[in-house]
């Protein structure tokens, strides 16, 4: 039996260093001409979500997506040398990755607000792409809302993998309580963890069942990982 396992990105597998803000801010120029006056509020928005938002503050109307998706992915892979001096992936990430990868029946992917170009970008700066099916992914254009993406995860998976279907187990892991509403919204699992700007305790508030400090504890996380998917 198969079983799935979708990872955040930003604060959950890497720290960008303010890269992704400033990814949003040159995509807004290129857009309209214009610095932007505000930072783009992110924390777990998808980037429609957030361009959205972006535009919304400056009193403007959002070009269609297929110009925004363009400008972002231009704006990310411009920054990608950036973000590997200025970033990092976060302590205990490459070996949860390999161990997990090696847990059986697991197929393991992404489940993030970026749009998929801007997030191979972030992957691949730091080489953990290797470590993913990104073809059964759920990126920042599949959808305004985090549990939008989901069934889209689930969906992708199941057209790859014989085995996967409505009924396989699911674990979503996160560091916002946005991760936490997606899974229960679309009655999967989380695993939260408190790497970003959100605590243990704001986590718990949200429903974590279960939260981690961080993802340095390799036999914690599969620890939590398993009982999830149970």
Do not use: C
């Not at 847990?103 to 191979?120: F, K, Y």
């Not at 792409?129 to 254009?141: I, K, P, Q, W």
């Amino acid at each position: 039996m198969r079983r799935l396992v979708y990872w955040d990105i930003d604060h959950t597998l890497i720290e960008n260093s303010g890269i992704s803000k400033e990814t949003y801010a040159a995509a807004y120029e290129a857009l309209t001409g214009e610095v932007p006056r505000a930072a783009a509020v992110t924390e777990g928005r998808t980037d429609r979500s957030i361009m959205r938002g972006l535009f919304d503050a400056h009193g403007r109307r959002m070009p269609s997506w297929s110009e925004v998706e363009v400008a972002l992915a231009r704006a990310g892979s411009a920054r990608f040398e950036a973000l590997q001096k200025r970033g990092t992936a976060l302590p205990g990430v490459r070996e949860v990755l390999k161990a997990v990868g090696r847990m059986d029946g697991v197929v393991q992917s992404v489940l993030t607000g970026n749009i998929r170009e801007n997030a191979l970008v972030k992957l691949a700066a730091f080489g953990l792409d290797g470590f993913l099916d990104l073809e059964v992914g759920a990126y920042g254009a599949d959808g305004d809302d985090r549990a939008e993406l989901v069934p889209v995860a689930r969906a992708r998976a199941a057209h790859a993998y014989a085995e996967v279907d409505e009924r396989t187990p699911m674990v979503l892991v996160g560091d916002t309580p946005r991760d936490v509403a997606a899974a229960f919204d679309s009655g999967v699992n989380i695993v939260a963890v408190a790497s970003g700007v959100h605590d243990d305790a704001a986590l718990s508030a949200a429903g974590a069942p279960f939260v981690l400090a961080d993802l340095q504890e390799t036999d914690a996380v599969l620890e939590a990982i398993e009982q999830a998917l149970a």
